[in-house]
């Protein structure tokens, strides 16, 4: 695949960590009181966070939740 394409295609992924962060940050949250409140890892929340990992919409459900 070229790296064209390919860099087309992560462009194409909604990119919702930056978002995430953000209101975490604005609620005065932690990582780990986001994910123990949402069932979540702190590893794996920071990737979603960082747009290392794409979270399915149930794990998104379980963040907003919180």
């Not at 005065?28 to 949402?38: D, Y």
């Amino acid at each position: 695949m070229s790296e064209a394409l390919a860099s087309n295609e992560q462009d194409a992924r909604p990119k919702v960590g930056a978002i995430i962060r953000a209101r975490r940050r604005q609620m005065q949250m932690t990582l780990q009181a986001l994910g123990e409140a949402a069932g979540i890892s702190v590893g794996y929340l920071s990737q979603v966070e960082r747009d290392h990992a794409t979270p399915s919409l149930g794990t998104l459900a379980q963040i907003a939740r919180v």
